[in-house]
């Protein structure tokens, strides 16, 4: 089956950009979601498609994909950014979908 | 508004049966694939069970196949998922979860926790 590796933890000072890293082999191929999830709450799509922001989502928040590994960019990182991020994709050949192991993003 | 409202959940034993119903509203629902995802204390995100618009497709984690299904009713908006031979490891937050177009998870529900122990 298809695996997705996350760092399991980034830290950042406030004011600065954070990257959070989603690893796949040939992860380009497919379109890659992300997702914020605090503590007590639902998660949050942040980024579908690689690149796009669903309405509501800060332009802070930006995504790419090359090669084999996918990335999440915080820019400008507040303390209500603190959060778990997880990447997504679908699998065609299992037919599931697939989550990373999740990181946890600390605001120093 | 979307609004995507999971109840059900609670404490059973080990190898008992539970039902989570999920609740649909503020949206066309029989246009959208659902999903259930869980997360167990201290682990991550796992996706667990689908079903497409008309329920003639469903898929299932290796984790829970055989032992979870999962349905809809269109005319209520509403999709379950019914949980059998419920074990430890299955102790977990279950959310409801709209499908986008491009196979993300574009709404989710508040989830309901479920706690198998004896």
Redesign the interface.
């Known amino acids: ?1 298809y695996v997705l590796t996350q760092p399991p933890s980034v830290s950042v000072a406030p004011g600065m950009a954070a990257s959070i890293t989603c690893a796949g082999d040939n992860i380009e191929r497919k ?1 890659v ?1 992300w ?1 914020q ?1 605090k503590p007590g ?5 942040v980024i ?2 690689d690149s796009d922001r ?1 309405s509501g989502i800060p332009e802070r928040f930006s995504g790419s994909n090359s090669g084999n590994t996918a990335t999440l960019t915080v820019s400008r990182v507040e303390a209500g950014d603190e959060a ?1 991020y ?1 990447c ?3 699998d065609s050949i299992s ?8 990181t946890k993003l600390t605001v120093l | 508004e979307v609004q995507l409202v999971e109840s059900g959940g609670g404490l059973v034993q080990p190898g008992g049966s539970l039902r989570l119903a999920c609740a649909a509203s503020g949206f066309t629902f029989n246009d959208y694939e659902m ?1 259930w ?1 869980r ?1 167990a204390p201290g682990k ?4 667990i069970a ?1 079903i497409n618009t008309v329920a003639s497709t469903k ?1 299932y ?2 984790s829970v196949k055989g032992r979870f299904t999962i349905s809809r009713d269109n005319a209520k908006n509403s999709v379950s998922l019914y949980m059998h031979s419920l074990r430890g490891e299955d102790t977990a937050v279950y ?1 409801c979860v709209r499908e ?1 177009n ?10 309901t926790l479920v706690t198998v122990s004896s």
């Open positions: 089956s379109g979601n997702y999830q709450q639902a998660p949050v799509l579908y498609y669903p778990d997880y997504q994709v679908w037919a599931h979908q697939v989550f990373g192991g999740g | 999903n995802v997360r991550g995100l796992e996706w689908y898929r984690a290796d959310y986008g491009l196979r993300d998870f574009d709404f989710w529900g508040q989830g």
